[in-house]
């Protein structure tokens, strides 16, 4: 069962960028579909970005297309999210989670690992 870690959150002003990383543990972490999530206070849990196993497909919320970037390092068991030109409205806890799925999923439901989660809040 993969156990997922996240670090990286932090206070950054609108138009800054943060990296965050999500180190797995477990089970073999290239046999997982990774994703990111966020959660804002008042608000469901909404999708971010999700990666292939092998790296070589991704895909983004509308929202943040063109600003944020998945990737992973299977060597290193670990995903990451890079997140540029940050606006208020990305202020959220962000969630690494884990899916078994062979195919790239944005429903929460198809992940059945998730992190504790790493506050991220931009300030305008």
């Known amino acids: 069962q993969a156990q997922l870690v996240e670090s990286g959150g932090g206070l950054v002003q609108a138009g800054g960028s943060l990296r965050l990383s999500c180190a797995a543990s477990?089970?073999?972490?290239?046999?997982?579909?990774m994703g990111w999530f966020r959660q804002a206070p008042g608000k469901e849990r909404e999708f971010v970005a999700a990666?292939?196993?092998?790296?070589?497909?991704?895909r983004y919320a509308d929202s943040v297309q063109g600003r944020f970037t998945i990737s992973r390092d299977n060597a290193k068991n670990t995903v990451y999210l890079q997140m540029n030109s940050l606006q208020p409205e990305d202020t959220a806890v962000y969630y690494c989670?884990?899916?078994?799925?062979?195919?790239?999923?944005?429903?929460?439901?198809?992940?059945?690992?998730w992190g504790q989660g790493t506050q991220v809040t931009v300030s305008s």
């Open positions: 477990g089970r073999t972490f290239s046999m997982y579909t």
């Open positions: 990666i292939s196993r092998g790296g070589d497909s991704s």
């Open positions: 989670a884990a899916s078994t799925r062979w195919t790239i999923v944005a429903e929460t439901t198809q992940y059945a690992h």
